[in-house]
């Protein structure tokens, strides 16, 4: 049976980068000890005062189908939230609960884009990026940012390729940089979009991981609340992963939309996982800074054991749980680097050409692994990078 066009070409597909992540998985599974700082799950479960309020929630019968929209309680905690850090009214009919932020970032490209639209997004990026703008039927248009930029994206760029577009995708904090987005550059993207009238999707799931500047919500810009589907999630924040509880912010005639879409699709997050995502948003900075520490922490060795040495680039490490490194002091590209670091060293971390053409002759680490072998691991990556820079200048 022929199947939709729509489906078969998500991918785009080709290599997508991905081949040492399932190689260092296959390892693993073979038996093999393997150091694994490739994806971005905590190394802690969800916290277990959130697990007693799902619990709870569960047995006290919250088990049904709960509102599509969202519980009444939740949709207020997200909008008083979001209220507080972008000082724009936000009730909760600016808000939908979505099951994690990848469903939303899916809506919020259905919200804004028809079929043929442009859909942009900047490179490096998430690695689902792309198939989800075109899973919404949209054509996905890179822009590219520069190492020599801090990735900081140059908003006159993203003009310059807008022709067509609706929509403008951005991540800040930024996964896979670990970059976060300066003022300047959010008010110039914000200029972009009002020029150019495009929804601005702002992925912000990490809003709650900057170790460096403050992290600014472009709804809180002027001019942008009615432009600006705010896309969040309890998956990195309250270390929720599997909990899938997200949701999208954005005005309320674009919200209207997107609960009929939810009715569509989604059906809704399960109550007893909201009521859990309440308690967890009420309990305030203090649960979440905790979830924050280690990769704070880690974050802190990684600047310690970098600055010992000059082979390895440090991209600015200021949010999120990330580090971005350049290697092209080695002469390998981002995959053949970590290819023999895998082979080697028994360390797997994601090649830069995982998220895009831009991040190629970096690696991406994970800050996921306990504070002790995380340096131990990194000061092996700087080591083999030396090694492999000498010998290339011997050669
Ligand atoms: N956006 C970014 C930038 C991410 O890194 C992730 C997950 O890694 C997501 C969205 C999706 O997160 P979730 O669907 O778990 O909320």
Not at 222 to 238: D, F, N, Q, Y
Not at 362 to 372: E, G, P
Request: negative net charge; hydrophobic residues 40%.
């Amino acid at each position: 049976m022929k199947l939709s066009h729509r489906i078969t070409h998500l991918t785009g597909g080709g290599p997508d980068g991905w081949d040492v992540f399932y190689r260092a998985r296959r390892m693993v599974a073979e038996g093999h000890a393997i150091t694994e700082l490739t994806i971005g799950e905590h190394d802690i479960p969800t916290d277990p005062e959130i697990l007693g309020a799902m619990d709870a929630s569960a047995r006290g019968g919250h088990t049904g189908y709960a509102m599509v929209p969202g519980t009444d309680l939740l949709r207020d905690t997200v909008a008083a939230r979001l209220q507080v850090r972008t000082g724009v009214k936000t009730t909760r009919d600016n808000v939908l609960i979505t099951p994690g932020g990848q469903s939303a970032l899916f809506a919020a490209h259905v919200a804004a884009c028809d079929p043929g639209d442009v859909g942009l997004y900047l490179d490096p990026y998430y690695a689902t990026y792309p198939g989800t703008i075109r899973g919404a039927g949209a054509i996905a248009r890179a822009v590219e940012t520069r190492a020599e930029d801090a990735f900081q994206p140059r908003a006159d760029e993203i003009e310059a390729v807008s022709d067509g577009a609706v929509s403008l995708l951005i991540n800040t904090p930024n996964n896979p940089t670990g970059v976060v987005y300066s003022a300047q550059t959010l008010h110039a993207i914000s200029g972009v979009c009002q020029r150019r009238d495009l929804w601005l999707i702002s992925d912000e799931v990490y809003d709650t991981q900057v170790w460096e500047g403050s992290h600014l919500s472009p709804r809180a810009i002027p001019g942008m609340a009615e432009r600006t589907l705010v896309v969040g999630s309890m998956s990195k924040s309250h270390a929720m992963t599997g909990s899938r509880c997200g949701w999208i912010v954005g005005p309320t005639e674009a919200i209207e939309h997107l609960i009929n879409l939810a009715t569509h699709t989604t059906y809704g997050v399960p109550g007893f996982i909201q009521d859990a995502a309440s308690f967890a948003l009420n309990a305030g900075r203090e649960l979440e800074e905790k979830i924050a520490a280690p990769f704070r922490r880690r974050r802190e060795l990684a600047m310690q054991v970098l600055s010992a040495q000059q082979t390895v680039g440090l991209i600015p490490a200021q949010g999120a749980m990330y580090l971005m490194l350049d290697i092209r002091a080695t002469g390998l590209s981002g995959e053949a680097f970590a290819n023999a670091l895998l082979d080697t060293h028994a360390i797997a971390v994601m090649p830069g050409e995982s998220f895009g053409g831009a991040a190629a002759g970096h690696i991406r680490v994970a800050m996921t692994i306990d504070d002790d072998r995380f340096a131990t691991a990194l000061q092996t990556v700087c080591d083999f990078a030396a090694q492999l820079a000498a010998n290339k200048g011997a050669a």
